[in-house]
């Protein structure tokens, strides 16, 4: 006989084991602040999902279902994926989002089959996970000159848009995440000779890091250096406020071009359109994401090698992500060269 039982109840027990410990990542670490937080936004999906469709979310056993009771189920989380991916596509979200939201759907699943001796079935393995490429933002090399060497633009800044800058121009310039950067200390920086490095082990990949300085990385190091070597180099800042901070200096730096943004939506491509009357502008759409980005760009921009940049970045060598960088590099690349070859077209 058909026995079910309410799935929310025990996407909450799923929390609250993720939460306590009593989960684990399979290296046997706890699940992480950032991966609590995302279970949270699912689980509020989910409810609203079933409030407003009146979609009734119920898991079964299946070891014990007929034939006929197993067609049926099968059934069941189909229509519950047509329905919850439709309803998250209403609500203004795109694929990167959605896909997300069904890839933790499915860490659950797991998690009722193994931790909870509840095997529901194989279904959630036909949840498509969609992926969708964002168009990569990055500050061109004559950009990232500008923030680091042009003193008169520094001097037309507050000391707080001093700071962003120069935490935004050492991320540029080193490749590391906000994350990373705002946990370094006197520590982790070292001196060989007449050479400055940079080490540190990732916050968020726990991969080892050994970069070469710059003389204006260098400086930038010794201007915040604190006293006490516990004390972070940069002091604490939220990730919002400088998010917040970097688009009003990119605005004074006068990186407004007008840009276009497009997002996709089931595979497809949409434009986003700007707010009446406005543009969407180069500075509007600046974050802690472009630091890591501009750097592996401009790496490949001038002339590394991709197998040394892959090294500095983390990237492992079939990484997809990375290969995005070297399509984008290469495209800048033809531009200028066309910019060349125009000039010698013309006698």
Known sequence: MKKSKPLLPLFKQFMRDSETGKRLKKNGEKITASTLANYKYVYNNLVKFSEETKFELQ????????????????????KFYKNFTEF??????????????????????????YEKDIFTGD???LFYVRKEEIDILVLSPDQLKFLIHDSTFEEKLTISLRKVKDIFVFGCTTGLRYS???????????KTGSDWYVKIKSKKTKTYSFIKLPSYAVTIYKKYEQKNSRIPLFGKMTLFNFNKNLKRMGEL?????????????????KKIAPKKDTKDRFCDKMSSHMMRRTAITTLL???????????????????????????????????????????????
Not at 180 to 190: G, S
Not at 253 to 269: L, P
Request: positive net charge; charged residues 25%.
């Open 59 to 78: 898991v079964t056993d299946i070891t014990k279902l007929t034939k006929r009771e197993l067609t049926v189920e099968k059934n069941y989380w189909k």
């Open 88 to 113: 998250m596509y209403k609500k203004g979200c795109y694929d990167n989002y959605v896909g997300f939201t069904i890839k933790n759907i499915r860490v659950f699943f797991t998690y009722l089959k």
């Open 123 to 125: 279904y959630h393995k």
């Open 180 to 190: 990373d950067i705002m946990l370094l200390t006197n520590k982790n920086f070292e």
């Open 253 to 269: 730096a006068e990186f407004t071009s007008a840009i276009e943004i497009s997002r996709e939506k089931q595979g497809k491509a």
């Open 301 to 347: 921009i001038l002339g590394m090698p991709e197998h040394l940049v892959r090294k500095v970045s983390g990237h492992s060598h079939g990484s997809s992500s990375f290969n995005r960088y070297v399509h984008y590099a290469q495209s800048y690349i033809d531009i200028e060269m066309d910019k060349v070859h125009d000039k010698l077209g013309v006698y």
